[in-house]
């Protein structure tokens, strides 16, 4: 089993990595939580496929357990589901000395998250991710949150979470598209801080190559982002860093409605896009972008976009949470494996998203 300890002033927590530990995540969270009330957030996919093993594990030690159960996709991002979740919780009559359970990809963290820092004024959650993408990112480091009309992730908090628990073996029920949405994440990681990272990934000769260093590349991804949070917990220096591609990402996830691209992909795109541009304007070493496009395609990862309607992506990203008193601070790359901050007028973003 692999471990990582986010140490944070206000509250440190573990990270576990090691296939099947769900069927024994009982025994598991039994060692860190003393209580009796286990609120289960999940969506109907994962039910499906998770459902029976989570409940007979934690009913092995004798927890009692409510499982809410929301749609899948990122639509569940919303106030209307945040109210049900919230209500159905209430319902169970759970006490902030209990504890609540996510269970699911990136949209199921981010809401139950963010449910678990509201509800009560805060009950303490475990995060439980089932896709590469929510494993290696989103379900580290305490960033809980919905999407309003206006923008993804505009309504949210900073909310750690109890420990991680990772289940690599989880990702054999993935599709393909599903898989490489996640890899989007991973090859960020590599371009921003680890240039080994990157060099694997082109050197991977198939999935089931990946497949077995998988354990290691999640540790890797998890690792970099944990120590970053350490640093920077509340998004206002070097964890921006993470956000590489994700500037003109959300922009693209928005204007398609959340339906035709992932957010991985969304990422590989702003990725390709912000660095084109930034290699054309001197800042990135050349042959940069060839490179990082090389690999995007690898994962069968698109790196252009049609039909964008150029004023409501600056739109959108004048709303950008980076963005403040009109200046927007971007994430660059000088080459792969180092990332920085560039901070910018917000006029002058035209300049980064010309090749859309």
């Keep these: 089993m692999h471990s990582i300890t986010v140490n944070l002033t206000s509250n440190n927590y573990p990270i576990y990595i090691d296939s099947g530990l769900l069927e024994h995540i009982g025994d598991q969270i039994k ?26 594990s934690l009913s092995k030690e004798n927890f009692i357990i409510k499982k809410v159960v929301i749609a899948p996709g990122e639509k569940s991002k919303s106030f209307d589901t945040l109210k049900y979740v919230s209500e159905e919780i209430l319902g169970f009559e759970i006490t902030r000395g209990d504890l609540i359970l996510t269970v699911g990809g990136g949209v199921v963290g981010d809401l139950g998250g ?88 082109l050197q991977y000769e198939s999935k089931e190559d990946l497949l077995k260093n998988i354990d290691e590349i999640i540790y890797t991804c998890c690792n970099i982002k944990a120590r970053i949070v350490e640093q920077d917990e509340k998004d206002l220096g070097e964890r921006m860093l993470l956000n590489f591609g994700h500037t003109i990402g959300h922009g693209i996830e928005k204007q ?13 795109i702003g ?52 963005n403040i008193n009109d200046a927007l601070n971007i994430i660059l790359i000088k080459k792969i494996g180092c990332g920085f901050i560039k901070n910018i007028a917000a006029s002058d973003i035209k300049k980064y998203i010309q090749c859309l």
């Design 31 to 56: 060692k860190i939580y003393k209580g009796k009330k286990i609120a289960i957030i999940t969506d109907s996919n994962v039910d499906k496929l998770y459902g029976n093993i989570l409940e007979t």
């Design 114 to 201: 963010f449910a678990a820092s509201i509800l009560l004024r805060g009950i303490s959650f475990i995060q439980i991710p089932t896709t590469l993408l929510a494993q290696i990112d989103s379900s580290v480091g305490g960033k809980v949150a919905i999407n309003s009309a206006k923008g993804k992730n505009l309504i949210g908090s900073f909310y750690q979470p109890k420990a991680v628990f990772i289940d690599p073996s989880l990702l054999k029920t993935l599709s393909e598209r599903q898989f490489n949405d996640g890899l989007g994440e991973v090859i960020k990681y590599g371009a921003i801080k680890d240039e080994n990272l990157f060099s694997n990934l």
């Design 256 to 268: 398609f409605n959340y339906e035709t691209f992932t957010h991985g992909e969304s990422v590989s």
């Design 271 to 322: 990725m390709c896009i912000i660095t084109k541009n930034s290699e054309r304007l001197g800042i990135t070493e050349k042959g940069t972008s060839e490179l990082l496009e090389k690999l995007v395609k690898k994962y069968n990862l698109p790196c252009t976009v049609p039909d964008m309607n150029m004023e409501q992506m600056l739109k959108a990203i004048k709303l950008d949470k980076k």
